[in-house]
């Protein structure tokens, strides 16, 4: 869908919300660098993972500068803002809101006065407690009005931001290393003062941080794609609940919790990019593994393999090297509609998809094919799809999906749909492929996608797939993106059987607002 802000969007058709990105952390220490514009062209290499706003902070040794915008990283940048910062460390983010709404003051890195200077902090995943957090810093400080907080900012990165003030005889890295077992759900930081670089991974490990080596410096960032584009060498992944400083004396680790690694298998399916590896395994690799894996399961009589472009567009590749089947492009997307500053009119909304995706008649035509999708959350979009090939001439469309039924929201980073309307929450295969209109539908199952990683099962949340969440939630008042924005309820109630039910590891579904809006709001 086409939006006024020119900011990108994923929706291939209107009000058609998808799973929405988690952010993208840089960091930078190197002296004698133009260590902005590594973050810039670090942040541009992760603009798939966030396209709300984007900021980088840089420190001279003496003071911060932070600049950042509404706006993809080209948008809010241009050669003017990077060469008024200048220094020696960096850190960069690009947002997308998963923790209050998409504003000018919640934009990142977050800004906070410390006991010897100043903190600048990125953030990327999603805390569960920042109820929690919000009465720390009320309890430690006096009073919220504290920082970012004051200023309007209503994520849970400047709750932990104000709480890494500390007092004056405490270090910020002796601060952080205190506050970090506060935090519960899902974190990886990349933060500074005048002097210091830092990192910090959540005990579970659920988003990637990896950390590179440049000649003259160091860089830590969300995905090894990032190091790539700025001539970085991968050194290793930051560990789940490992603390790392860089700084003139070199890098050195501290572990502030016992490492419990349950990472995102999302990441592996759509979040990162098909170039970045994830615990040793290339994500194209293990994209084209699981339509392999698809074609193993679900295979069928077909002329032909397409994608849809361009998350489909690997595990397309290895279902047609399976099962023999040619590949062939037979969508072709626009890439730029999603940018365009021109709301299209009611004559062009009507089209639909065909804003982002056309069919190639000629390929199609009198052909059986096998579209192959990384997910199906509504459904709405595979409908448009389906009934968009069929009208080119199809003769059978047969959708498989390479990932597992999505039946539950996520808490920890991914803006999922509600679960009402997860379409795979309320009904079973056969009910969604008539749903869509397919003449078949698989999905590759869990197991097989968890195969594809090559990781322990036990080493991957799966939540999104099986509502077994690894980082318990709390009561659902405390829940949803705007939880923070909402008033507080009073301290001490509790949720009882005329309050509200409990559902997944005790959040509750019976209760006006927060987890109600995640998990069954139509």
Not at 259 to 275: K, N
Not at 401 to 410: G, K, L, R, Y
Not at 479 to 485: P, R, T, V, Y
């Given at each position: ?47 798939h ?20 915008d509404?706006g993809?990283?080209s ?13 020696h ?9 998963t923790?209050g709404?998409s ?9 906070g ?8 902090l ?8 920042g109820?929690?957090?919000?009465e ?9 009005d ?9 994520t ?26 506060h ?14 670089l ?32 700025v ?13 790392i400083?860089?700084?003139a004396d ?5 572990r ?28 194209h ?17 077909a ?5 849809v ?12 090297q399976?099962?023999?089947?040619p590949?062939?492009?037979?969508l072709?997307?626009?890439a730029y ?20 995706l ?14 192959v ?16 090939l069929?009208e ?8 498989r ?10 808490f920890?980073g991914?803006?999922?749909?509600s679960?009402?309307?997860?379409i ?7 009910e969604?492929?008539a ?6 539908l698989g ?8 195969e ?8 991957l949340?799966?939540a999104?797939?099986?509502g077994?969440?690894?980082?318990a ?5 405390h ?7 909402q ?18 590891e ?11 809006d ?5």
């Open positions: 869908m086409a939006r006024g802000d020119g900011r990108l969007s994923h929706e291939l058709l209107p009000g058609e919300k998808g799973p929405q990105d988690a952010c993208g952390v840089f960091g930078v220490w190197a002296p004698g660098e133009e260590v902005a514009k590594l973050a810039y062209y670090g942040l541009y290499a992760l603009q993972r966030g396209q709300e706003a984007a900021g980088i902070a840089v420190s001279n040794g003496k003071q911060l500068l932070v600049y950042k509404i993809l990283v948008q809010v940048f241009d050669e003017t803002s990077l060469e008024s910062l200048r220094g460390i960096a850190v960069g983010h690009c947002r997308y809101s923790t709404g504003t000018w003051q919640n934009a990142q890195p977050t800004l006065d410390t006991a010897a200077g100043t903190v600048a990125g953030h990327n995943g999603n805390l569960v407690n109820h929690e957090l919000r720390l810093v009320a309890e430690r400080y006096g009073t919220l504290r920082g970012e907080i004051v200023q309007g900012n209503t849970d990165t400047a709750l932990v931001t104000a709480l890494l003030a500390g007092d004056p005889d405490h270090t910020l890295e002796a601060t952080a290393l205190e506050v970090l077992p935090l519960r759900g899902a974190f990886s930081f990349v933060f500074m003062d005048e002097h210091t830092y990192g910090a991974r959540d005990p579970h490990g659920v988003r990637p941080l990896v950390i590179g080596k440049l000649e003259t410096g160091w860089v830590m960032a969300s995905e090894t794609a990032a190091l790539d584009i001539g970085a060498a991968f050194v290793r992944e930051v560990e789940p609940g490992e603390f400083a860089i700084d070199g890098l050195r680790s501290r502030f919790a016992e490492a419990t690694p349950t990472g995102c298998i999302f990441e592996y399916v759509y979040l990162a990019r098909p170039d970045t590896t994830i615990n040793g395994k290339v994500v690799e293990a994209r084209v593994d699981m339509g392999r894996q698809l074609a193993r399961e679900h295979p069928v009589e002329d032909l393999v397409i994608p472009p361009e998350s489909g567009t690997p595990a397309a590749v290895g279902y047609a399976e099962s023999g089947i590949f062939s492009q037979g072709v997307k626009n509609v999603g940018r365009t500053f021109i709301q299209p009119s009611q004559t062009i909304r009507q089209l639909g998809i065909r804003l982002k056309n069919p190639l008649k000629n390929v199609i035509k009198g052909k059986r094919l096998v579209v999708d990384d997910s199906i959350v509504r459904g709405n979009t595979q409908r448009a799809l389906v009934r968009m069929r080119a001439g199809a003769a059978e469309v047969h959708v999906i390479s990932s597992a039924p999505v039946t539950w929201p996520c920890y991914i803006d999922f749909a679960r009402a309307e997860l795979a929450s309320g009904l079973g295969i056969d969604i492929r749903s869509i209109g397919a003449d078949s999905y590759i199952s869990l197991d097989g996608m968890v594809a990683t090559e990781q322990k099962p036990e080493r949340c799966t999104c797939f099986t077994k969440y690894p980082i939630l709390p009561d659902s008042e829940l949803g993106k705007h939880a923070l924005e008033p507080q309820l009073p301290l001490g109630l509790e949720i009882t059987e005329t309050t509200g039910r409990r559902d997944v005790g959040v509750s579904t019976g209760i006006a607002g927060g987890a109600v995640a998990l069954t709001r139509p």
